[in-house]
Nanobody, 121 residues
Framework: QVQLVESGGGLVQAGGSLRLSCAAS????????MGWYRQAPGKQRELVAV???????NYADSVKGRFTISRDNAKNTVYLQMDKLKPEDTAVYYC???????????????WGQGTQVTVSS
């Protein structure tokens, strides 16, 4: 199996910063993309940022210029540096990874348990 464990959420005032971490462990042959999604109460889960295996990154328009995603491939870990936080960034943040467990299997999607980020005004 594959486990994704997130850390780093919490409560912060508007304009502040938080750094989320997500470490993948278990039966892993390779990881293609690793990213972050978020879900606010009453809303659908949405992509925040993704880091793809070749080194490219994509961001939601709402976080461009404020959030930075990075990966440590040696540690199977992805980070999300969140600066200039706004109350509308309040949500549960989920780590996501596209993982190939063996040489002969396809890539499958895995999710972390989620970490709460609350930004007060």
């Amino acid at each position: 199996q594959v486990q994704l464990v997130e850390s780093g959420g919490g409560l912060v005032q508007a304009g502040g910063s938080l750094r989320l971490s997500c470490a993948a462990s278990g039966s892993i042959f390779s990881i293609n993309a690793m990213g972050w999604y978020r879900q606010a109460p009453g809303k659908q889960r949405e992509l925040v940022a993704v880091a793809i295996g070749g080194g490219s990154t994509n961001y939601a328009d709402s976080v461009k210029g404020r959030f930075t995603i990075s990966r440590d491939n040696a540690k199977n870990t992805v980070y999300l540096q969140m600066d200039k936080l706004k109350p509308e960034d309040t949500a549960v943040y989920y780590c996501n990874a596209l993982v190939k467990r063996t040489t002969w299997t396809t890539y499958n999607n895995y999710w972390g348990q989620g970490t709460q980020v609350t930004v007060s005004s």
